[in-house]
């Protein structure tokens, strides 16, 4: 398994070679889209990117932790946690990529 990260460079980058913008076009293009959805997030409304997955917020209440090596009662505070789920679509792609059915 590969621990390579996809970074903004890469993804302006690929951009670029694909659709064939200039690159300061390209990564303005990759910053515009990330903007939104992080403006979206934000908001608090989920992000549905067909085919690929979704971006779902959820609250979590607070609670009653407790630290592990002391055994002191902490408490937690209420928050809002981010939650990728992938599509089917996506999960078949990378499930043939480890049976080496799908190249693409």
Partial sequence: MSKHTVTRAEL??????????SRN?????????????????????????SSFG??????????IGRNPK???EVPI????????????VMKDRINASLSGKDRA
């Fill in 70 to 72: 002391t055994g002191e």
């Fill in 77 to 88: 505070e209420p928050r809002r946690v981010l939650v990728f789920r992938p599509s089917q």
């Fill in 54 to 63: 979704s971006f779902v917020l959820r609250d979590k209440g607070g609670r």
């Fill in 12 to 21: 302006s980058e690929a951009v670029y070679q694909e659709v064939g913008l």
């Fill in 25 to 49: 076009e390209s990564a303005d293009l990759v910053e515009q889209v990330l903007g939104a959805i992080d403006d979206a997030l934000v908001s608090g409304q989920n992000v549905k990117i």
